[in-house]
């Protein structure tokens, strides 16, 4: 396994093994002690929840043929502005995330503002 910071400081790799081990798994996330992981495939991308400014869930919809497909992604603003998106496999999960992150890091907000976005 090999971690990627996604913004901060870089963490050792054994540190975050071993946060990672022992983190609630909600699908592709984990949620450690100080740390969001997210797998995808081999990698594992990582932030620190001090970095998180914002976090909500996207859907994305389109067709194949006759069927509809939706596709959910859990978005994540950094301190930076920079905007991540990460693939859910299920909308449940992304919910599950959001609703620990809304709890548990009341510096993170947690949904879609739309009059912030239209400006």
Do not use: P, W
Request: charged share 35%.
């Amino acid at each position: 396994m090999k971690f990627v910071c996604l913004k901060g400081i870089q963490e050792s790799q054994e540190h975050l093994k071993q946060e990672y081990k022992k983190a609630d798994q909600k699908g592709e996330v984990r949620l450690g002690d100080k740390h969001l992981f997210y797998r995808y495939f081999i990698k594992i991308r990582y932030v620190s929840y001090t970095e998180i400014r914002k976090a909500y869930l996207r859907e994305e919809s389109g067709e194949s043929g006759e069927f509809l497909l939706k596709e959910f992604y859990l978005m994540l603003e950094t301190s930076d502005g920079t905007l991540h998106k990460l693939r859910m496999e299920r909308e449940v999960y992304a919910r599950e995330v959001l609703s620990c992150l809304k709890n548990e890091h009341q510096s993170i907000a947690v949904g879609f503002d739309r009059l912030s976005q239209s400006k």
